[in-house]
């Protein structure tokens, strides 16, 4: 399947490649040109772009995605409410099916947004790995090991299951959090990591509380210092929220090639607080961006968290000039591809996958047009999603999706889960 | 003119009436009959709602619509540098001609985020005007007095020209901050508002800065201070912005029945910082939402503005349970009614007049339903505004404008001016 774009400005997100007006081919699901000439031969399809922008997809770099039920169920509360009066009863309840289900409700918004990719942690992976299959969305499973749920074996045995399983999904190593784990669970983590030479992800210092926590448990230690010196992080990784770290949980993250997966939506919402985003990227160490799950951020939406790192920034370091447009497009393109281990659809470039979207200038919010990038994440929104290809496949094209399935029979499924869910 | 709207969920904004299932009928401009039932009798259309929701549109409650030249060509700057260096020389070269075009675009981009009426400041608020009634759109226009340019004499011509011209514009008294004023015209218009019995309005403590200034200029007293002490708010108004607020400050805003009008967006990407909506509300002040121009907020988008008035207040209060959602949807609506004095587009009622927005359910951001209130607020998005209707007329549907001009004939025209502008 060859489909050839025309007329289109392209903005690869590559270093100093300014956007340029050309056409790309995507042959099969890999890019095969990108040139300002038109390639020469036949196509299975033309789509001409009418100077809209063709850049890489987002990559959503946190999520969770089957918590769609908890959509809107629990808002306005306390995280620790939140969790136990609203969620863990609810998440009892759930089963593999159920997420299945649920997980495919976030990959449809996902599509709306331009969102290709996205990194998940949630117990049965699979079951988010079958959804993103079936759909042709491409998405990295990620472990969820506490002291409650799921073991060190489960995860190893997700490891080796998913992992070569189908092109659109992989698996890496992960837990829940130092305050979930116990130290036997995290030396075993270790363990694991070494023995397959693998990076580690997990949430960390999301809330002040959390890393003061860590510490009258560890020594004064907080939850960076603590999993460095158990080696959880001797083959990479990183950390999702990063909102309470100090300068040597940095130096630590630069050490080891961490990335910080900042999820603004989430921690704003919660009241976490802000992230140091500008003096993180400022240190030298890859910045992605999350969304966090339904539940706590509720939107799924790159422009909402796009825009919220940069102003959050401004804010935070009372400082307009603070996280320019560009350092946020290429946190949630690159940096995001670089977190998740996708950096084979990072750019535009020949050779890399086809995760691809079509932005539209020709709605208000992108006129006039002064600086193309500025406003994608300033003043940007979902009605500029024109399209997402995900591996060559086009799966929403001028707010319709093209899946197997109707949405509206999702839609119904998901309802019904929710609705026993929150029967008591 | 007879619209039925049938099978919709209809959220009133009236307090304490929950989401209830029916129709409305628009008959000319206004709403003829909304309930449980269908009503009898023959319509013009009958618009099938599909179990969306109908709901009173945004709104804004500031806004600079005419500065759309100016979206993305100074980002990531001081305010200073942005006003002198690149706002100011350009406006210099502004046309009236240019400023009707320009206005344009932002109404545009109104429609696609379910404004249905904007409170504008701008110089030759004229052009604005003949704008908004040759795209069928509500807007409250304002004086912009300063001392480089509109007079009082200029803003009381423009109060008796505008008014009555035509039931879609208003205007109201106002002038650009204290700090662009004289003690002098400051007087005079407090002689004006007594004259006319007329509110007024202005940019109000938008910085800490401003406020300090202020204080060094006049004995101490903060700009509220000083302006109430001038007879300004006799016969009330509001302040646009409200960052740098001291409690006395807010106890004049109550003794005057004046309006917030919190910018969020505008606010959070200058790094003026996080106005205190939440203690403004619990003490009883009507609070209002607006964009700010799009020069420096870029979007003009209310669910990015509202999702950020309650994020913010969370951060700023440490609690997530810091302005709910439900409070920030009446904001959005009623307290943007009470600000600009349109009490006949509040809420909907039968009698009230027909500005109308229909919420999408069927996207992926609104599913599963648990709380509609707070999918809009916390997960809406722009993709979810499936029909703007101004005084009874509908406006946008389904992504498509209904209007005399093509969109595209307006793009370029406002394409031509902004280049003519930038050029040196």
């Given amino acids: 399947m060859k489909t050839l774009f025309k007329n289109a400005k392209i903005l690869t997100m590559e270093d100093n490649q300014p956007i340029f007006e050309g056409s790309l081919l995507v042959d099969g699901n890999k890019i095969a040109y ?3 000439e038109l390639p020469k031969g036949s196509f299975d399809q033309v789509i001409d772009c009418e100077g809209n922008v063709l850049m890489p997809g987002f990559k959503n770099a946190h999520a969770h995605s ?14 620790h409410d939140w969790l136990y009066s609203c969620i863990f009863p609810m998440e009892a309840k759930l089963e593999a099916e159920d997420q299945y289900i649920l997980s495919k409700v976030a990959i449809l918004e996902y599509l709306t947004s331009g969102i290709t990719a996205c990194f998940d942690m949630y117990y049965n992976p699979q079951e988010m790995a079958r959804a993103a299959i079936d759909m042709g969305f491409r998405t990295v499973l990620l472990g969820t090991v506490t002291r409650y749920r799921e073991s060190v074996e489960e995860m190893k045995k997700a490891y080796k299951e998913i992992n070569g399983q189908n092109p659109l999904v992989t698996y890496v190593l992960g837990f829940h959090a130092e305050y979930t784990a116990t130290e036997e669970i995290l030396i075993e983590l270790a363990k694991a990591a070494h023995e397959l030479k693998s990076p580690i992800f997990t949430h960390n210092s999301e809330t002040p509380a959390e ?9 004064g230690l907080t939850p960076t210092e603590y999993m460095e010196k158990l080696g959880l992080f001797d083959y990479g990784g990183g950390g999702f929220h990063c909102v309470a770290v100090s300068d040597h949980d940095l130096e630590i993250f630069k050490k080891r090639n961490l990335s910080v997966i900042t999820c603004p939506g989430s921690n704003s919402k919660l009241a976490s607080g802000i992230a140091p985003v500008e003096k993180i990227l400022k240190s030298g160490i890859n910045v992605a961006i999350g ?13 909402w968290e796009m825009r919220l790192v940069a102003v959050l920034q401004k804010l935070l370091n009372h400082d307009p000039k603070s996280m320019e447009a560009l350092s946020v497009l290429k946190a949630a393109t690159v940096g995001g591809a670089k977190a998740m281990n996708l950096m084979e659809a990072d750019v535009l470039a020949v050779g890399k996958l086809a995760d691809i979207i079509m932005i539209d200038l020709k709605r208000p919010n992108m006129q006039p047009l002064n600086n193309i990038e500025k406003n994608i994440v300033y003043s940007g929104a979902k009605d500029n999603i024109k399209m997402t290809m ?3 496949k086009i799966l929403y094209l001028n707010g319709e999706f093209y899946l197997d399935e109707p949405i509206e029979a999702i839609y119904q499924k998901a309802q ?4 026993r869910l929150k029967n008591k």
Same sequence: chains 1, 2.
């Fill in 291 to 303: 969304t966090d799950g339904p539940g706590s951020n509720n939107a799924l939406d790159f422009f």
């Fill in 211 to 219: 890393v003061e926590g860590c510490k009258q448990r560890h020594n």
């Fill in 66 to 79: 089957a918590m769609t039920f908890t959509r809107s169920i629990a808002d306005d509360l306390e995280l």
């Fill in 34 to 36: 990108l040139g300002k």
């Fill in 390 to 392: 995900v591996n060559g």
């Fill in 416 to 419: 019904e889960i929710t609705d």
